[in-house]
């Protein structure tokens, strides 16, 4: 019965699919219209995605996409989340409110302006004392599945969960509270870590094959993985949160050309699609746009392998309870 919370939010078994809306002050981020340069600008856009039913807010001051040059010094990082986690904790005393970063210093002085939840990419891995930090403060953690080098001849599926694995030995090892831990399989052509540009200072990434081996290119391994996160989710026991939002992928599969603007249905398609395929939570710049989507797939989910009857009373209760 795999079930955690991210801060006051409980994810998993039990609950429904949580939102995590995306807020960016990293101006360098791959979608424009998720960056927001004051803190003005970032407080109207939460009050907008809490208008919308948002579950938690993940803040990002560094992207991390491996095909562009995008790292800033941990300074500029921390000058630009600490203000606007202490806006949002003042303005939303309730709100969950979590930090996109694999930095310790950064995640140590988020969690002293009022974050609640570390999201590191590295999956616990790009810093030795993340771990630490996130411990000390009693925090939550989201982990990304990340390899250290590539696993050669392992398929998607198995290659994403021994690396979480891994994350999950390192995370329990230092004390995180099991309690506290969301994975996520790592949708979003993530390189192992020996390759990514972000931290061996190397070039940013070109070409389809970017996990290491030449049998599965990045847009399938995506598709891959969102079709087995059941799968995923069963092996590791625990609440699966996916990030699909308008990534890369989503255009190969679309067959044309389509930049970030353009991947919105697409977004929100592939976003039901990875709930109904057991996704606990999802990650997305779309909060109004993908609610009811994943409240639909949320839905239908509930008759998975189920006979009419079944799939009947089980949608019966659900409208009963969303009509109270």
């Not at 807010?57 to 990082?77: F, H, L, Q, R, W």
């Not at 679309?254 to 395929?277: G, H, N």
């Not at 990650?283 to 989910?301: F, G, P, Y």
Request: charged share 25%.
């Amino acid at each position: 019965m795999p079930r955690a919370r991210l801060g006051r939010v409980w994810v998993g078994d039990g609950e429904p699919v949580r939102l995590v809306g995306v807020i960016n002050v990293s101006p360098e981020s791959f979608f424009k219209g998720s960056v927001r340069r004051t803190v003005d600008e970032a407080l109207k856009a939460a009050e907008a995605m809490i208008s919308s039913g948002v579950d938690v807010i993940d803040v990002g001051g560094m992207s991390t996409a491996p095909y562009n040059k995008t790292v800033i010094s941990v300074d500029e990082e921390v000058s630009r989340v600490v203000p606007v986690i202490k806006a949002l904790r003042r303005e939303f005393p309730e709100l969950t409110i979590s930090v996109d970063t694999f930095r310790s210093r950064v995640a140590e002085e988020a969690l002293n302006a009022g974050a609640n939840v570390i999201n590191d990419v590295t999956g616990l891995k790009g810093d030795g004392d993340m771990a630490r930090v996130i411990s000390n403060h009693g925090a939550s953690v989201i982990i990304m599945a990340r390899e250290r080098v590539p696993g050669q001849g392992g398929d998607p599926v198995s290659r994403t969960v021994g690396a979480l694995r891994e994350s999950l030995e390192i995370a329990l090892g230092n004390g995180i509270d099991e309690g506290g831990i969301v994975i996520d399989p790592g949708i979003g052509a993530w390189p192992p870590l020996s390759m990514d540009p972000i931290l061996t200072g190397g070039e940013p990434l070109r070409g389809d094959y970017i996990r290491g081996d030449n049998t599965y290119p990045w847009y399938s391994w995506d598709s891959i993985i969102i079709m087995n996160i059941n799968k995923i989710r069963s092996e590791l026991n625990r609440p699966v949160l996916v990030g699909i939002s308008r990534k890369s992928f989503l255009e190969r599969l679309m067959r044309r050309r389509a930049p970030p603007e353009e991947r919105l249905f697409a977004s929100v398609s592939a976003e039901a699609i990875a709930v109904l395929m057991g996704a606990d939570a999802v990650r997305t710049h779309n909060v109004s746009e993908s609610r009811d989507a994943i409240k639909v797939a949320e839905a239908l989910r509930l008759c998975l392998n189920k006979d009419s009857s079944m799939c009947s009373n089980e949608l019966v209760k659900l409208v009963d309870v969303g009509n109270r």
